[in-house]
């Protein structure tokens, strides 16, 4: 709203007519620093002379050491340097050569790079250029041969994949002639200018003018211009002795805006963002909903769910100004280099040695620092050489408001609470068992009300499943992932995937699909299959389907379903914004235990596996709802998590509730009796006499031991419950129960000296003579005596308080259940300054919430038992005033 | 003995409840409170008495016949009107630099880029003044009678005046009188949303948008319904605030901090530009809104017999240009202007300033401000250069009888000032600080607004003293330290 383009055109137009002030900036700005350069073909002769495409690797090669940046750069290999025979790459599948995007196979995509020797062919080298190497920046594979001949020196060959091209139109293959092709240099312009032509790349790539794509990316820089009659370059932006002019020198160190071209969308204009800016090439958003802009959601022209209040932006750091190459630097660049804590020596804090900046600007490496996700297994070596989180951030400074801290720094990651969650849509499903009237996989949307992609569906996002996964530190932490899962036909001995062509010719005829096809699938024979129709969910779909790729040739069809995990850690929060509440996690409706919707439904019945080896435990569970959609669930308990809270053995509280019951009962029916017998027949009156029984100090703590365990159980319940207690702040009961177990055990261990030191302690001490005698007298009076009005069997005085029951049931509350629940509180609560206790929360919880269980029980005993005294009341009334009436036989 | 047990009793109770409660208290982990509570330093609006028929029976032939009866019941607020710059239009009197006498401020003494000075133009410029009868030198400040109470008090909305200050024709005064109340929006609108001679022309900021403005607009008067009396706190009649546009020094000012805390943030990078940043500069990201506003004025076109449109030109008043979401200047600011007092030379080949910000980024009390800068070509004695107050309203005024030179003759005459017989048009620029409009924090700013790599942001940095964006180049901090110590060495050499 506020920054409309027109809007500044005014203001633009305003500082250019001030009559006074600075004068207006100029419109493009030219590389302050960057020398003037003559741009030079293949040959190193002048573009200007030859004609020809312009190469980077002379071009910026005057200068730049271009092999080593080419040789150190990730992004140029995409893991052709370290390919592997189809099928070799450990947790791969049996068609993948590589962890990169050469060789690795992207279900989602679909087309797979045809490993050697294969009779049926899908993508060779040239064509993988064509689709996969859209989004690939040259150099590897695009020029080099897998033993690293340059492309262009290969002779056609039909039936090598390196020298092949396949058509899936007619499916002809036919050998690829590079030396007119051209190959692709890793291109510098794509990242080191400001408005590259991508499009305009990219459209090159596509008709088979390899060599041609780095020039077309100047295309509207006015250096070149594709004219019908081919490339021409314009003379007139250089100067006479061939370089460029120094106003047209427009290279610049790579902004986030040159990375999202390939990687995602990143808006970091004042226009609101729009539908239109995120691009389907845009994989990164499109996968997992990640965008990055410093815009705010409600500045954005997304439809958007809950949007006006949505006033955060997409990523704090963008917001910060951080651009992508802040983190993920170039790993020599001295700016930013920093050895890791693990090799660095202990005595330094910093490493100020620095290699001098020429040296760095002739060989900037050009491995990035990245970080370890599953998406993108490529370069391990280099997994983690980004900074973490706390490298930059001191958490300690900022979480002194939160629990348990550093037990939450171990077993969440940062961006499970900073990235609570995606406000766009993201993928969810591809299913390549069928396939559209447009020829490709139906897939299904998380994040949004209706068909993805229209601009009128209402983005509502979607939280993140939480995984756990191990860290650059080796801890196992809960991040953050959207899942995508794909299921398609193999075929074929090694198994390959069913090839497009091969989908598309059994499915469809022309515009429509083939006759038996739609009669199979059409349910309500309308002529067309809508989204529940075009499954493979019968047997008889299943194998008609089978049938008709047996019809091709394939063998050993079978159906795979596979999860592709992928790693969310852009759209980063600010504290504001992040996940705070505890019972977000600390509840029935954790957070953590939350599942996620793969899919609208399990084609072929086949349960998916998840990809490739990704760090991830997968310890949780494919489900299936009862409309038939698949989700996921992590298991929290197989991780060894145990969330207050959320966490409860259903057993602990079914025995609680048991003892609890039966004690209920047992006095209902006791007390009953007790009425019924005193209302029909009055218990004769005994003399009373008034004894001074409980010392003022007794009572004291007595009563103070009361009223902290009533409230003890009172917040405990809450803990142990807080789904039932919304409107309570579980934040707020967890310390105050620790504060009250405080008090508790202070108050036992005075009582406990009081009663050593005035020999009181005797009183709880069962006599062993003549002690079960004593007992049986005693539960003879309250299963029968009591009834007829007997006198109690002991006289109550204040050397001998307790009555043998009483003495062996105090014995048992002091020595067994207080201990071992101030045990437990105290380890549980010892997770807060020792987090490696946390591991034994699983059993150290329950065993408190069953010992609560028995203090609760216990209370409405002692509480009944207090009106078995000679008056209903006497025994209350003696623990408050001290003074107790007891019956005056015996004495 | 019983007496003791039920002390005993209580005695332990309290020890008890005291001892579980004294540990919450110790031991129960802080919320970290920071947070403001700017409501509390709202000002509290008491019921105002209903001034029924009883009370002001009328029916009243004049204004001045209201205005004492008001005096019979609020025998003080006479004398303190008197002392309103809302009735005095005097400031002052400040020593200027480079002016041997004081000089005195308000709008009856300095000029404007608008329409210039009330001299020998009263009447049309007196319609807002909180009195009646002003038409001329001989108006006399010191008669209660002549102050206006309606036209703060009034509440019906019909209460109108015309020139020289008086009731317009037709206005119920009996009604009006009846009707007075607390300040509205309305009443402190009824002139300063219409400066500089319609709605919304003058401030940028202050138009009658904000009679009813919704959230968005601002977020004072429109989500909390704020009147203007709740910032401008008043006492005895004396407003509380004051502008560049016609006071020169920074008493009476008005600050956010009146009611928020300095450092209202929650995030530490945010909080550590306030020492740099007015509010005002995230807080209001653009002005005029709603309505347009006039930002450049050219007295030098206007007489001419062309289609006229009051935005863009009028033949009374020349060439305009209006702009409505508009992108404020900004520039430092600690309250302290340079002002031109009528009789000041000028260079007509430089832009006059009228009244600019002195400070910069070495005065650890600027602070960068949003402005509105009104920029204009207004007439000057060519021979003499300094600027002129040309008589436009009534007999022999350029509005009358489109004779600049007569009109600059009849000017100079009532303002005491030499005119030479030559006059021409110089460039001139007036600051109007922006501080209304305030944006939901929804709205505010974001970093990079101003933080631009490329630097592309809103702020000049170079022009505003930075060596360049302070993100990259580093805050003001050392500056002020380097202009600091030169001081100090300064009063060591003395």
């Known amino acids: ?891 | 003995m019983r007496k003791f047990k039920r002390r005993s009793w209580i005695l332990g109770a309290m020890l008890t409840f005291g001892a579980i409660a004294a540990a919450l208290f110790l031991f129960l982990p802080r919320q970290a409170s920071n947070r403001d509570d700017p409501w509390a330093h709202v000002p509290k609006h008491p019921v105002h008495t209903e001034h029924t028929v009883t009370l002001l029976a009328g029916p009243f032939e004049s204004g001045q016949e209201v205005t004492q009866a008001c005096l019979q019941c609020h025998p003080n607020a006479g004398a303190q009107m008197l002392q309103s710059s809302h009735f005095t239009w005097e400031h002052g009197p400040y020593d200027l630099p480079g002016h041997d006498e004081p000089v005195l401020g308000g709008k009856k003494y300095v000029i404007n880029n608008f329409c210039i000075g009330i001299t020998s133009n009263w009447p049309p410029c007196t319609a807002c003044h909180a009195g009646y009868g002003w038409e001329d030198e001989t108006f006399d400040f010191s008669d209660v009678a002549n102050i206006d109470c309606l036209v703060c008090h009034e509440t019906t909305g019909t209460y109108v005046k015309k020139n020289g200050g008086y009731p317009a024709e037709g206005v119920d005064l009996a009604a009006v009188a009846q009707s007075v109340g607390n300040p509205t929006r309305s009443n402190c609108g009824s002139c300063h949303f219409n400066g500089g001679g319609g709605d919304a022309v003058k401030h940028g900021d202050l138009d009658t948008s904000l009679t009813f403005p919704n959230d968005e607009l601002d977020v004072h008067m429109g989500k909390h319904d704020f009147v203007c009396t709740d910032c401008h706190r008043t006492q005895d009649h004396q407003i509380g605030g004051r502008s560049i546009s016609v006071s020169m020094d920074t008493a009476n000012q008005i600050a956010c901090t009146d009611c928020h805390l300095a450092t209202p943030h929650e995030d530490s990078r945010i909080n550590n530009h306030t020492a740099s940043v007015a509010c005002q500069t995230c807080h209001i990201p653009e002005f005029a809104r709603k309505l347009a506003t006039k930002v450049e004025w050219d007295w030098s076109q206007a007489g001419l017999d062309i289609p006229q449109d009051p935005h863009e030109y009028l033949k009374i008043k020349g060439a305009f240009v209006y702009e409505d979401d508009v992108v404020p200047d900004y520039a430092w600011s600690n309250g302290e202007i340079e002002r031109y007092i009528l009789g000041d030379s000028i260079d007509p080949a430089q832009v006059t300033h009228m009244n600019s910000p002195t400070a910069d980024i070495t005065d650890p009390t600027a602070r960068i401000w949003p402005f509105k800068i009104h920029r204009a070509m207004q007439i000057y004695d060519s021979e003499y250069n300094y600027l002129l107050v040309p008589k436009t309203y009534g007999e022999g005024g350029y509005w009358v009888d489109f004779d600049w030179g007569e009109a600059a003759r009849l000017g100079a005459e009532a303002t005491g000032l030499a005119y030479s017989g030559q006059y021409d048009f110089a460039p001139t620029d007036m600051y109007w600080p922006i501080t209304h409009m305030v944006a939901p924090k929804e709205q505010a700013l974001q970093c990079d607004t101003c933080h631009v790599e490329n630097g592309e942001g809103i702020l000049d940095w170079r022009a505003l003293g930075y060596e360049g964006d302070p993100m990259f180049y580093g805050g003001r901090a050392a500056r002020l330290l380097a202009a600091q110590s030169a001081v100090n060495s300064e009063g060591g050499a003395k």
């Open chain 1, 1 to 891: 709203m506020m920054f409309r383009p027109r809007k500044w055109l005014v203001v633009l137009v305003v500082m250019l007519t001030a009559w006074l002030g600075v004068a207006g900036s100029a419109l493009a700005d030219p590389s302050p620093l960057h020398p003037v350069f003559p741009f030079l073909d293949q040959d190193g002769v002048n573009v200007l002379e030859s004609g020809r495409p312009v190469s980077t690797m002379q071009t910026c090669g005057g200068c730049h050491d271009t092999a080593y940046i080419a040789e150190h750069s990730y992004h140029a290999a995409v893991g052709q340097d370290h390919s592997v025979a189809a099928g070799q790459v450990a947790d791969g599948r049996a068609w993948d050569m590589s962890r990169g995007l050469y060789g690795k196979w992207d279900p989602i995509l679909y087309r797979y790079l045809t490993p050697d020797g294969d009779a049926l062919f899908d993508l060779g080298a040239p064509d993988w250029i064509q689709t996969y190497g859209l989004r690939h920046v040259g150099g590897g594979p695009a020029q080099f041969s897998l033993d690293g001949a340059d492309l262009s020196t290969l002779s056609p060959a039909r039936g090598d994949p390196q020298t092949t091209s396949h058509d899936p139109a007619t499916g002809q293959d036919r050998a690829w002639d590079w030396q007119a092709s051209g190959t692709v240099e890793m291109n510098c312009f794509l990242c080191h200018i400001a408005e590259p032509d991508n499009e305009a790349r990219k459209a090159t790539l596509q008709a088979g003018q390899f060599g041609w794509a780095n020039t077309a990316t100047l295309l509207g820089s006015g250096l070149v211009e594709k004219t019908a009659d081919g490339w021409l370059w314009d003379a007139a932006a250089f100067g006479a002795d061939g370089a460029l002019l120094p106003e047209n020198v427009l290279v610049q160190s790579a902004t986030s805006n040159n990375c999202g071209q390939c990687h995602g969308a990143v808006h970091l204009e004042n226009d609101p963002l729009i539908c239109a800016d995120i691009k389907a090439s845009d994989w990164s958003s499109m996968r997992t909903g990640q965008i990055y802009s410093g815009q705010r959601l409600s500045d954005s022209g997304l439809n958007m769910a809950g949007k006006e209040g949505l006033i955060l932006p997409w990523d704090i750091h963008a917001e910060r100004n951080l651009k992508c190459t802040d983190c993920h630097f170039s790993l020599n660049n001295p700016a930013y280099q920093q050895e890791s804590e693990l090799t660095r020596p202990d005595y330094l804090t910093y490493d100020p040695r620095r290699q001098p900046l020429g040296d760095y600007l002739y060989r900037p490496n050009h491995d990035f620092a990245k970080g370890d996700t599953a998406q993108h297994p490529l370069a391990p070596e280099l997994s983690d050489s980004m900074r973490q989180c706390a490298e930059c951030h001191d958490s300690a400074e900022t979480h002194a408001w939160l629990p348990y801290a550093e037990t939450h720094m171990n077993a969440v990651a940062c961006e499970s609470c900073h990235i609570p969650k995606m406000y766009t849509a993201a993928l969810e499903s591809n299913d390549w068992t069928v396939l559209t009237l447009a020829g490709v996989a139906p897939s299904t949307h998380r994040g949004v009300e209706g068909e993805c992609g229209n601009p009128r569906d209402l983005m509502i996002g979607y939280h993140p499943i939480l995984l756990p996964q191990a860290d650059a530190d080796g801890v196992t932490r809960l991040s953050p992932f959207n899942l995508i899962t794909t299921w398609y036909w193999v075929q074929g001995e090694p198994e390959r995937p069913v090839r497009l062509e091969d989908l598309q010719a059994i499915y469809l005829d022309g515009d429509g699909y083939q006759a038996d096809v739609l009669a199979a699938f059409d349910a309500n024979k309308d002529g067309q299959l809508d989204e529940t129709e075009l499954r493979l969910d019968s047997d008889f779909k299943i194998e008609l389907i089978r049938r008709r790729l047996q019809g091709l040739g394939l063998q050993n069809l079978q159906i795979r379903g596979e999860v592709l995990p992928y790693n969310i850690s852009h759209n980063v929060v600010s504290g504001q914004w992040a996940t705070k509440e505890c019972d977000a996690c600390h509840s029935d409706d954790s957070r953590i235990a939350q599942s996620l919707p793969l899919a609208p439904y399990t084609p072929g019945g086949v349960t998916p596996t998840f990809a490739g080896n990704s760090g991830i435990s997968l310890s949780g569970d494919f489900t299936t709802d009862s409309d038939g959609a698949l989700r996921y669930a992590p298991n929290i308990a197989a991780e060894n998590l145990y969330l207050p809270g959320h966490n409860r053995l259903p057993w602990v509280d079914i025995v609680g509730w048991l003892a609890f019951l039966g004690v209920f009962a047992g006095i209902l029916g006791h007390g009953g009796y007790r009425l019924y017998l005193s209302a029909k027949n009055p218990p004769p009156a005994h003399e009373l006499k008034s004894v001074y029984m409980y010392s003022f100090y007794e009572r004291l703590w007595h009563w103070t031991q009361a009223i902290v365990i009533i409230l003890l159980m009172a917040t405990g319940i809450v803990i142990h419950r807080p789904d039932q207690f919304g409107a309570i702040d579980f934040g707020l009961v967890v310390p105050v129960h620790n504060i009250l177990a405080i008090v508790l055990v202070i108050n036992a261990v005075f009582s406990l000296f009081y009663h050593f030191a005035s020999g009181e302690i005797k009183q709880y001490l069962p006599r062993p003579a003549g002690f079960f005698s004593q007992g049986l007298l005693q539960i003879e009076f309250y299963l029968r005596g009591i009834f007829r009005g007997d006198p109690h069997p002991f006289a109550k005085t204040p050397e001998r308080k307790l009555n043998p029951l009483q003495q062996v049931t105090y014995f048992a509350i002091l020595n067994l259940l207080l201990p071992a629940q101030i045990l437990t509180g105290l380890l549980m609560f010892g997770v807060s300054l020792w987090p490696d206790l946390a591991v034994h929360l699983p059993y150290l919880a329950p065993i408190h919430t069953l010992v609560a269980w028995f203090f609760v029980s216990f209370l409405v005993l002692h509480i009944y038992l207090t009106t078995t005294g000679p008056t209903l009341t006497a025994d209350l009334r003696g623990m408050i005033t001290g003074w107790d009436q007891v019956e005056a036989h015996g004495q």
